[in-house]
């Protein structure tokens, strides 16, 4: 359902992550589920992107700043090599959500310089 094509369905898929975060704990969420997380933010519906910009800013809320450093930052920060200005948007978006749950160091050191 996380794929389906009717954005409606993914959007709710996409909406209930952090639900899952939860029940499934650290290892097991970021093994399976973390990379399907980070694909949302490369969709092509502006409301599936913004919804996983804020699963970000939630998953870093459960796991913590180091965790998010790990799992999440790098891969978002991969969005400036991307084509497509709406997903270089959708990086600068996600920092700004981000930086509110991150640690003042993470910030300085992964989002100063791309900025």
């Not at 399976?32 to 519906?45: E, H, Q, Y």
């Amino acid at each position: 359902m996380s794929e389906d094509k009717n954005w409606r369905i993914k959007l709710s898929v996409v909406e209930q992550y952090q639900t899952l975060a939860v029940q499934l704990g650290e290892p097991f969420f970021t093994e399976k589920l973390v990379p399907m997380c980070l694909t949302w933010l490369s969709d092509s519906v502006y409301s599936i992107r913004v919804a996983a910009i804020n699963n970000l800013r939630e998953l870093t809320k459960i796991f913590g700043s180091a965790w998010a450093e790990r799992n999440l930052v790098v891969k978002l920060l991969e969005l400036t090599e991307n084509q497509n200005y709406l997903h270089r948007l959708t990086l600068l978006f996600g920092m700004a959500e981000m930086s509110k749950v991150l640690s003042p160091e993470a910030i300085k050191v992964n989002f100063i310089p791309s900025l």
